[in-house]
């Protein structure tokens, strides 16, 4: 695992990006695994930019979204599908067949899963994985307790995330009871993983993810057992930290 620590959020955001676009660059048909919630949205910013003023090509790759409300279609403005239109797809020239995002309304959520599970192997699985973190160590909606061996199927959300969420829906409208997400075992078997984390509010579950015992109850922590994560921070997500931290991804060659 490398732990990179920048200052703040916009050189993290910018650091992450010089990553994804390294991949890119030396595999145009990249299959990369996307994350939603505000931490992300910097480095999606940046590849926007990358992308109109650099020409990053993004035509050959193939997208996976990690995870996605059960009963919102895409054209809700809470969906997760929503969510990724406006802050990345529509501003590349990803080719919309590329892109996958969980079905929220599936008439088989099983099947769905099943068949989005034999879908990230058709493309050869994924390269590489974007993820958040929750306050309470969750990677996706892999919530603590969630079994690290898990594929990708639906979860019920806790009342505590329902509650959170209430503030998106209009009073009269349901908030989301289900989520389809990928697994902390479908996250484990891309073969990189970037993982970032801002401000002090993610410093105990980055502390528990990066330096505590590899537990259900943090799903995070499972990252220690991959080959290759990267670990984005600023200062605050990495005030807990006891190690030190200080490398650069490009100094790095992985086995
Ligand atoms: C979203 C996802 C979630 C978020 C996490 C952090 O697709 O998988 O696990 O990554 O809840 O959310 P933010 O970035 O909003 O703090």
Redesign the pocket.
């Known amino acids: 695992m490398l732990v990179i620590v920048n200052d703040t959020y916009d050189p993290m955001s910018k650091e992450a990006a010089k990553l994804v676009a390294d991949r890119l660059r030396k595999k145009p048909n990249l299959v990369l695994g996307l ?5 992300p949205l910097g480095l999606y910013k940046e590849l926007i930019r990358f992308h109109k003023e650099e020409g990053l090509d993004f035509s050959k790759v193939t997208t996976f979204n ?2 996605e409300y059960v009963g919102l279609p895409p054209s809700h403005n809470q969906s ?1 599908h929503y969510f990724m239109n406006e802050h990345l797809f529509k501003h590349i020239n990803l080719d919309p067949r590329h892109i996958h995002v969980p079905q929220g309304m599936a008439k088989d959520v099983d099947v769905f899963c099943s068949w989005y599970e034999q879908r990230i192997a058709e493309c050869g699985g994924i390269d590489l994985q974007v ?4 306050a309470n160590g ?4 892999n919530e603590p307790g969630s079994s690290l061996g898990s594929r990708t199927r639906i979860k019920t959300l806790t009342g505590t995330t329902r509650g959170d969420n209430s503030r998106f829906f209009k009073p009269n409208e349901d908030v989301p009871r289900y989520a389809i997400t990928m697994g902390v075992g479908t996250i484990m078997d891309s073969k990189e993983l970037l993982l970032l984390a801002s401000k002090t509010g993610k410093a105990e579950a980055v502390k528990a993810a990066v330096e505590g015992p590899i537990t259900a109850m943090c799903p995070a922590s499972i990252i220690q057992m991959h080959r290759s994560a990267f670990v984005f921070l600023d200062k605050e997500a990495a005030s807990e930290l006891t190690g030190m931290y200080n490398d650069t991804w490009e100094s790095k060659v992985f086995a």
Not at 138 to 141: D, T
Request: proline share 0%; net charge negative.
């Open positions: 994350a939603t919630g505000s931490t990690l995870d997760y993820l958040g973190i929750g969750h990677i996706a909606f």
